[in-house]
């Protein structure tokens, strides 16, 4: 297979991240997590204390260098990967998100990064907007008590703490003002194949996609 581009949308915590990251190991491909690239932007707008309501504060983007390599998240040179995690950027993301210049200017250097195809990206407007013409598109979904679980579990790790009903609530917010947005809205394309992720265990849901792309391929 030579080209192809997987698009993987989804909601908060629907897994897309870490599925994505192994179906990229798997087949030997580039994967590229776009919400990492703006949780990149929020947490410099938050460093430079921006005022995050005003669109022209996102001017910054024109000289700064968003990337996401190897699993790692970079401005220009500086590896944010674990600093994009903070509860600051997690509950501001959404709002700059909104903005369309900063999604214009993602968008761009998504389409740029998927431009040899072998690539896995997920996010929420992949399928939509980014790669229309994705050779396959998979839209999770779980149920949110479920993806509040694996937050928990996911956070549990990193020695953060936080209630399931805290995350079930701030889960909840996310997925709203993703979805509601004026631009770009967290949608599934009319051609996405739709998986639920609530009962499967992580390797089957990869395995699912990886079988999915390889006869997609053939
Ligand atoms: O996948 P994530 O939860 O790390 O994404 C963080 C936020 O970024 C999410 O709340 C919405 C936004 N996002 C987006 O608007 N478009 C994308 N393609 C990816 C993420």
């Known amino acids: 297979m030579s080209g192809f581009k997987l698009a993987i949308d989804g909601p908060a915590g629907s897994g897309k991240s870490t599925i994505s990251a192994m179906i990229a190991h798997r087949l030997g491909w580039t994967h590229i997590d776009t919400g990492a690239m703006y949780r990149a932007v929020t947490l410099k707008a938050l460093e430079l204390g921006l005022d995050l309501n005003d669109e022209s504060s996102y001017r910054f983007l024109e000289s700064t260098f968003i990337h996401y390599d190897n699993d790692r998240i970079f401005i220009n040179d500086r590896d944010v990967t674990e600093a994009i995690r903070s509860q600051a950027v997690t509950l501001n993301v959404s709002l700059v998100s909104s903005f369309s210049y900063v999604r214009q200017q ?5 389409k740029q990064a998927a431009k040899e195809g072998n690539i896995v990206m997920d996010g929420r407007d992949i399928g939509t907007v980014v790669l229309p013409q994705a050779n396959l598109k998979i839209f999770l979904t779980a149920n949110v008590e479920e993806r509040a679980k694996r937050r928990h579990k996911e956070n549990l790790q990193k020695g953060k703490n936080a209630s ?5 609530e701030e889960i909840e917010t996310r997925d709203k003002k993703d979805s509601t947005r004026m631009v770009s809205p967290l949608k599934k394309a009319d051609d996405a194949i739709t998986i639920d992720t609530t009962n499967l265990s992580i390797d089957q849901v990869v395995d699912k996609i990886v ?5 997609e391929g053939e």
């Open 211 to 215: 079988d999915l792309t390889r006869s």
């Open 106 to 110: 993602l968008v761009h250097l998504q």
């Open 164 to 168: 399931i009903t805290t995350l079930i």
